[in-house]
């Protein structure tokens, strides 16, 4: 009596576990291109070249100053017309010039950083925010990335994409 207990009991947590299985529900979303397509996005990368192009001008603008001293002091150290304190002094002046110059180069890779962040981070919130919206109101158990690639093999699920458009307004 016991063992037939024992297998229903296995019976119906197996029948249990195979409808809740079935009752589950999955979507995937390229949300890569969903990015791509935004306006904000496109507005966003618009902003970010025109502050790289500033940041740029102002590099190349140091460099090209760096240059003219140093021809300058070439000039003048192969016509003989500095002394050897002379060509230290010059040395040490475009060395640290040259070093002022990577340090704005460091110091662009941190702005950039800083400005993809400050302009990326609400729009990445927006759309999260959308996608989530439509998984409740779908009743997604799960929804997959599909743009990552790190899916090798999924049964067929739902594109929520023009769902999620549609609650990002577009």
Do not use: C, W
Request: proline share 1%.
């Amino acid at each position: 009596m016991k063992s037939i207990l024992n297998y229903t009991f296995i019976a119906l947590l197996t029948v249990a576990s195979v409808v809740s299985v079935s009752a589950q529900k999955f979507a995937h979303i390229n949300s890569q291109l969903l990015m791509v397509e935004l306006p904000e996005m496109k507005n966003a990368d618009t902003e970010i070249q025109t502050y790289q192009e500033g940041l740029m001008k102002k590099g190349q603008d140091m460099v090209q100053a760096f240059e003219a001293k140093y021809l300058a002091y070439a000039e003048k150290a192969n016509q003989g017309e500095l002394n050897k304190i002379q060509m230290q002094q010059m040395e040490g002046e475009l060395g640290k010039e040259q070093q002022e110059i990577q340090a704005y180069e460091v110091e662009v890779q941190k702005m950039m950083v800083a400005k993809r962040e400050t302009l990326y981070k609400p729009i990445i919130d927006k759309v999260k925010l959308a996608i989530e919206q439509v998984g409740k109101e779908g009743g997604y158990t799960m929804i997959f990335e599909s743009g990552s690639g790190v899916l090798v093999h999924a049964a067929e699920s739902d594109d929520i994409m023009l769902q999620v458009k549609a609650k990002l307004g577009m």
